[in-house]
């Protein structure tokens, strides 16, 4: 099979897709690619100036399709209610919503709502801002939620009793427990959807190795060696354009299912063309999914109208 890439993405003309944090890196690439393929692309990102200058990059290509922005927080309830709200009132359909945005390694601090950051942004953000869609997502035919891991998922652990790291905090197992959790939301949407007999499918990406600046080194002595060594690393590291391509096929490549997950083709997942990958067994745990999902409505407040799913 030939390798996939942008030139693979079919005709994107009348489809709307929501993809957060999409200012820069992956994001930005994801929604210049589905633009330039005749989408209507939203924009979900906090800062205001930052998306005006994304915007402004992506309209100055001649793109076929539109560009607009959405503001949303997704470390606040109260920002993803209102960026929801706003997006229904707008669009009477959503074909694509790619959970992106994220925070990675940070120093200890909490959301508006006092959740640890990285779980709080990657996961409990994401989950409140899909359940506010989904029926949007689900009434419009042939669409999909397409949720971006990380191969830092293998080094989760999930911890029930201390979920929101109020015990103790260590920023990389936080990370790699907030990506573990994206992985278990976005199979247990797909298992929900399908009990709910629902043609809307989840599919999971992760980007490998990209060069964006989710890897700035944060705070304390592992932030100083990764400072250190970043050009070095930022070397190794494939182009965000290439990075976006796993997000890009889980959301175009027509012979996609549901619960699907992709990654770089190369050694290590960490560079190369997108294909389909394995995520570790912690991540589809059934049972891990089904406590995550019944903490997170509890966290958040937030319910999904699934229609047949429980």
């Known amino acids: 099979m030939a390798q996939w890439d942008e030139h693979s993405i079919p ?3 009348g489809r709307v897709v929501l993809i957060t944090g999409a200012n820069s890196g992956i994001g930005w690439d994801t929604a210049r690619a589905l633009a330039q393929h005749g989408a209507h692309v939203v924009i979900a990102c ?18 076929t399709g539109q560009v607009e922005i959405l503001d949303l927080d997704l470390a606040s309830l109260s920002s993803i209610h209102a960026a929801a709200q706003a997006f229904l009132s707008a669009h009477d359909r959503l074909d694509l919503l790619i959970n992106n945005a994220g925070v990675m390694a940070m120093a200890h601090t909490r959301t508006a709502d006092g959740f640890e950051m990285q779980m709080g942004t990657n996961h409990l953000g994401h989950f409140a801002l899909t359940g506010l869609l989904i029926e949007r997502v689900m009434a419009t035919p042939h669409s999909r939620v397409v949720v971006i891991g990380s191969s830092a998922h293998k080094m989760g652990r999930m911890d029930f009793d201390d979920l929101l790291w109020e015990k103790s905090y260590a920023a990389w197992s936080a990370y790699g427990r907030s990506k ?17 007999q629902s043609e809307t499918i989840t599919v999971a990406a992760h980007p490998g190795g990209s060069r964006t600046g989710l890897g700035t080194p944060s705070h304390g002595f592992a932030g100083k060696v990764a400072k250190a ?5 930022m070397l190794a590291m494939q182009p965000a354009r290439m990075g976006a391509l796993p997000t890009l096929r889980a959301a175009c490549d027509p012979t996609v299912r549901g619960g699907d997950y992709f990654g770089p083709d190369g050694r ?43």
Do not use: H
């Open 11 to 13: 005709d994107q003309s």
């Open 268 to 310: 290590g997942e960490l560079r190369g063309y997108p294909v389909k990958v394995t995520s570790n067994s912690r991540s589809t745990n059934s049972g891990d999914a089904e406590r995550l999902w019944a903490a997170s409505e509890r966290l958040t407040g937030v319910t999904f109208s699934l229609g047949g799913a429980p």
């Open 46 to 63: 906090r800062t205001r100036a930052k998306a005006d200058a994304a915007k402004a990059r992506i309209d100055a290509l001649g793109v």
């Open 180 to 196: 573990l959790a994206n992985l278990l939301f976005a199979f247990e949407l797909q298992r929900r959807l399908e009990r709910a």
């Open 229 to 233: 060594l970043r050009p070095a690393i």
